[in-house]
């Protein structure tokens, strides 16, 4: 009996082992002394009433009351660290690696890289690796963020947006023309010109785009050096994606119009052709659409169905959801996983054609393909072999690229949008300053006095527009603060694994410098549970630590009493204390910071300037004041309404076209 029951408890032993190491890690963590909000469940801890947080303000609340430095209940009551401190901040970014062999450093704790993973970064991409992987994978793909590079990828960005943009004209029902004459005989690139009749028979007279060249895209639907794959079997055993809310709908106030949904499709696109020469042509062409907006006689390509699949199979707030990250057994029982399965499938298939066919290109020493995965192949094959990434590591940087090219920008220019309608003045005073630079670029380039676009065919003046723009300063202050206050990604979070445990250095809540008088110092460190004053954290190996990037973004202490508004105009004189925040971007956390700072940032913020110069020069958004829109977070920050939950995610804005200023 005894060697019947041995086995059984041997294996009941190893399932619950990570159970048990974790209840005494807890009991004995440095973390029990500290301050913060009381523990209402013992199994759930605050986690159930932190899955709601961007819409309750919990964070700022608990600062307020317990300082930067506080505790919060996780799994079975297990202490973690939340900080809005800067300088603690600034420690554990800082010690994303190793700086010594041994030393143990501060990184994703696994069941968020397992999280990342499975949604489409794979659990080699840069996302997810950590240690010298990590430090090798952001070498290589460094020269495909340059500066320069993004410059030869801008055509694209340009492309999208005017499509979008006349696509909204066309939705939004507006029958004026500002890019040419109603009698303008010709239309390139895809929409109709006056006079053209439409796939309905009606002869179209909302406003188009002049022809558009692009060189290294030769106006072509399909370019042929842009890869597309056939259906294949995988393709047929993917199950249709959850219906999405309609994409327009007729209201008594006009044409309310999903800006997201439009907004994610062209950023699709643009990832898609510039990541890896990739045509996804999710984002219609006006001709496309029917009078409701529906597009005909198109489908999604095989590899934007895989990847709404996976992201439409969002997780819900579940306590299988928690078990999960401690028991990894119980993860094979997830939901949806035979679909996720299937549509991982057809982005490997897809992803190691598209591999296997830029690593052949770059064998050529003429290949002159500009899009990311091309750049990332050349510069694998110039590293030394023991330092090259592997197939599998190539694979999963496409997943990462999509999923952070794409779906954090079209959040980031929703929230946008929305903190603009929110902001009426603020959005004229916008356009006002993006017509001016339209006008003094038409008075030096003749051919834009009309609006015409066109003329980005000519890399040079493509350039001095985009350098116009890239120092437009209500522009930039309006995306600074956009990104300051809905930042894509909310919050992160790190594990210690310093051997011995760590001091993490802070200079307290308050800060050591007041936020609005720079001479006045206030007194560093926070209280602990007993009322002492510390000036370091003590957290042990496998502590867990939490980052709440949109709290420190938000902070009362570090930018004053209106911190939570949208307000532009305070980058015209930022409060001194925010200095401290060790941010790769304009003092927030938003992009984060160090190592792992986002590598993307720089084509993040330049695909962003180049679609509200199109969009909002030539159009006025606004929104139905009754409409209340709140955050749902699943890795990125989405927006849907609070009325309507079953619709899901969701940004409804009504739109018109506003006269061109004088050129």
């Known amino acids: 009996m005894f060697?019947?029951?041995?086995?059984?408890?041997?294996?009941?032993?190893?399932?619950?082992?990570?159970?048990?190491?974790?209840?005494?890690?807890?009991?004995?963590?440095?973390?029990?002394?500290?301050?913060?909000?009381?523990?209402?469940?013992?199994?759930?801890?605050?986690?159930m009433e932190m899955h709601d947080q961007e819409n309750t303000d919990l964070i700022a609340r608990w600062e307020k009351e317990y300082g930067s430095v506080f505790t919060y209940r996780g799994f079975v009551g297990g202490c973690r660290l939340m900080i809005t401190d800067p300088v603690a901040i600034a420690h554990i970014l800082a010690h994303a690696a190793e700086t010594r062999p041994g030393e143990g450093a501060y990184e994703k704790p696994d069941f968020v890289r397992d999280s990342l993973a499975t949604m489409a970064a794979g659990h080699e991409g840069l996302v997810t690796v950590e240690g010298e992987q990590h430090k090798r994978q952001r070498k290589i793909l460094t020269p495909a963020f340059s500066s320069s590079h993004m410059k030869s990828l801008t055509p694209i960005f340009w492309e999208k947006a005017i499509q979008l943009r006349d696509v909204f004209l066309f939705l939004s029902q507006d029958q004026t023309s500002f890019t040419s004459p109603p009698t303008s005989p010709t239309f390139s690139s895809g929409t109709y010109s006056s006079g053209a009749a439409s796939p309905t028979g009606d002869t179209p007279d909302y406003p188009v785009s002049q022809p558009f060249h692009i060189p290294f895209l030769r106006q072509r639907r399909v370019p042929k050096n842009i890869h597309t794959v056939p259906s294949s079997p995988v393709e047929s055993s993917l199950p249709t994606p959850p219906t999405s809310p309609p994409a327009i709908s007729q209201t008594s106030r006009g044409m309310r119009i999903d800006v997201l949904s439009y907004l994610s499709r062209a950023t699709l696109d643009v990832i898609g052709l510039s990541g890896f020469g990739y045509n996804f042509d999710s984002l219609p062409h006006p001709e496309e659409l029917d009078a409701s907006g529906k597009r005909e006689g198109k489908k999604d390509s095989e590899l934007a169905k895989a990847f709404s699949v996976i992201f439409s199979s969002a997780r819900k707030f579940r306590a299988m959801t928690i078990l999960q990250v401690w028991f990894p057994f119980l993860r094979r029982f997830r939901r949806n996983s035979a679909t996720m399965d299937a549509a991982r499938a057809s982005m490997e298939k897809i992803g190691l054609q598209l591999i296997e066919e830029r690593t052949s290109k770059a064998a050529d020493k003429d290949d002159s393909s500009k899009d990311l995965l091309s750049l990332l192949i050349r510069s694998?094959?110039?590293?030394?072999?023991?330092?090259?990434?592997?197939?599998?590591?190539?694979?999963?940087?496409?997943?990462?690229?999509?999923?952070?090219?794409?779906?954090?920008?079209s959040n980031a220019l929703s929230w946008t949008l929305y903190a603009l309608v929110q902001n009426p003045d603020k959005q004229r005073r916008l356009r006002e300053e993006l017509q001016a630079v339209h006008a003094e670029f038409a008075s030096s380039f003749s051919q834009l006095a009309t609006g015409d676009l066109a003329v980005l065919n000519d890399d040079a003046m493509r350039e001095t527009l985009e350098s116009a723009i890239s120092k437009a300063p209500y522009l930039d202050a309006v995306i600074r603060e956009a990104l300051r206050i809905h930042a894509p990604v909310t919050s992160t979070m790190r594990v210690c694994l310093k051997e011995g445990g760590d001091e993490i250095p802070v200079t307290g809540s308050w800060g050591t410098v007041d936020s609005s008088n720079e001479n006045k110092k206030s007194p560093g460190g926070y209280l602990d549970k007993n009322g002492v004053l510390r000036d370091t954290i003590r957290v042990n190996k496998w502590d867990i630590i939490t980052i709440p990037i949109q709290a420190v973004n938000k902070s009362v202490a570090l930018w004053?009493?209106?911190?939570?508004?949208?307000?532009?105009?305070?980058?015209?004189?930022?409060?001194?204390?925010?200095?401290?925040?060790?941010?790769?971007?304009?003092?927030?956390?938003?992009?984060?910071?160090?190592?792992?700072?986002?590598?993307?940032?720089?084509?993040?913020l330049?695909?962003?300037?180049?679609?509200?110069?199109?969009?909002?020069?030539?159009?006025?958004?606004?929104?139905?004041?009754?409409?209340?829109?709140?955050?749902?977070?699943?890795v990125v920050t989405r927006p849907f309404v609070k009325s309507e939950p079953q619709l899901g995610n969701q940004m409804p804005l009504y739109m018109r076209r506003v006269p061109r200023g004088p050129s």
């Not at 949208?566 to 910071?593: C, H």
């Not at 679609?611 to 977070?633: A, C, N, Q, R």
Request: overall charge positive; glycine content about 6%; hydrophobic content about 45%.
């Open 380 to 409: 694998n094959t110039a590293e030394q072999p023991s330092h090259r990434m592997t197939v599998q590591e190539i694979l999963c940087q496409v997943g990462t690229f999509i999923a952070a090219g794409h779906e954090t920008t």
């Open 606 to 634: 330049t695909e962003m300037k180049i679609f509200l110069y199109v969009l909002l020069k030539d159009m006025e958004f606004f929104i139905d004041p009754s409409m209340v829109i709140e955050k749902k977070v699943n």
């Open 3 to 47: 060697l019947i029951l041995l086995p059984i408890f041997g294996l009941f032993l190893h399932l619950i082992w990570p159970f048990l190491t974790l209840l005494v890690r807890q009991h004995v963590s440095p973390l029990r002394r500290l301050r913060g909000p009381p523990n209402p469940s013992f199994f759930l801890g605050n986690l």
């Open 560 to 604: 004053g009493e209106d911190a939570a508004l949208f307000r532009p105009e305070r980058w015209e004189n930022v409060p001194p204390a925010v200095k401290s925040i060790s941010g790769i971007y304009s003092n927030t956390l938003s992009f984060l910071g160090g190592s792992r700072s986002c590598i993307g940032y720089k084509f993040a």
